[in-house]
């Protein structure tokens, strides 16, 4: 099997891309050039969260491994100048990939998990699958309606942020879609009494500080949710919920570090506590 995606793969095209930096363009196919047009577009847009160039930041802080640290102001400064992904060249002729700055490294973790259970539901409904549920752990994608349950509603667990994993906040009931979560519960650190977490801002260099705990993204394309549950994460809660719910086709459930639980319109029916 092809390697194309494995961040920690020499032999994958995205390693390839990435130790290519500041030297020359990288071929690559089809599949991984869309995903990184599509994520150097979100990451574009003023003031987002998501940023695929943001790789060298993601490995100082080394957050989810044993090594996890709090780095030096410098080293965060020095990381920030390579972490613009208006540096992300892209020949859509070619087909290549350059990173302009020589350390850049793209880090596709907040978008390749929903385009790979995408590609897999595409792979089922072309196999005539008529149910199903595919999950990858924080990403779940339903095929059909439930063939057992009342209404052929799945139920997904909402993950309570202050609560070990399977303990869970709400239900969502829901068919044929996507349901994304995403938290600062999931991988963190702490250090001097002070908790570090996995999401970060590129701007400042450290992680997202705001009163946001868990968001959970409801869509047709989990790609759709990956994307918007770290697009607009950098928000204060009401208005990460003001800017979602004016989002055609996505609806949320959005959980605050004191424990409140806001929910967009279109989702109200089908949330219970």
């Known amino acids: 099997m092809k390697k194309v995606f494995f961040a920690n793969n020499s032999d994958s095209l995205l390693m390839q891309v990435n130790a290519k930096a500041g030297i020359s363009p ?14 150097k577009d979100y ?9 695929i160039a943001i790789g060298p930041l993601v490995k100082l802080w080394r957050v989810g491994f044993e090594d996890a640290h709090l780095p030096s102001v410098a080293d965060i400064q020095n990381r920030l100048a390579i972490t613009n992904p208006a540096d992300i060249i892209l020949d859509n002729k070619r087909q290549t990939d350059y990173l302009a700055k020589q350390g850049m490294e793209i880090d596709l973790g907040a978008l390749a998990k929903g385009y790979f259970a995408d590609l897999i539901k595409d792979y089922f409904l072309e196999q005539d699958v008529q149910s199903g549920m595919i999950n990858l752990g924080g990403n779940v994608l339903l095929v059909g309606a439930h063939p057992e349950n009342p209404g052929g509603f799945w139920r997904v667990g909402v993950q309570d942020p202050d609560q070990s ?3 869970l906040r709400g239900i969502i009931q829901f068919q044929d879609g996507s349901v994304v979560t995403s938290g600062i519960y999931e991988r963190h650190f702490e250090y001097q009494g002070q ?16 009163d ?9 394309s989990s ?11 950098h928000l204060a809660s009401q208005d990460l919920l003001a800017k979602l719910s004016a989002i055609a086709g996505v609806e949320a459930v959005v959980i605050t570090k004191s424990g409140q639980v806001l929910l967009t319109e279109g989702i109200k029916l089908f949330y219970t506590p």
């Open 165 to 167: 994993r399977n303990h």
């Open 223 to 233: 790609l759709v949710g990956e994307i918007y549950t770290t697009l607009y994460f």
């Open 195 to 210: 908790t570090y977490h996995h999401i970060f801002d590129s701007k400042t260099g450290y992680p997202v500080a705001n």
């Open 26 to 39: 990288v071929q690559v196919d089809p599949d991984i050039f869309q995903l990184i047009a599509t994520g």
């Open 212 to 220: 946001l705990a868990g968001l959970t993204i409801v869509s047709k």
């Open 43 to 51: 990451s574009l847009q003023s003031g987002a969260t998501l940023n």
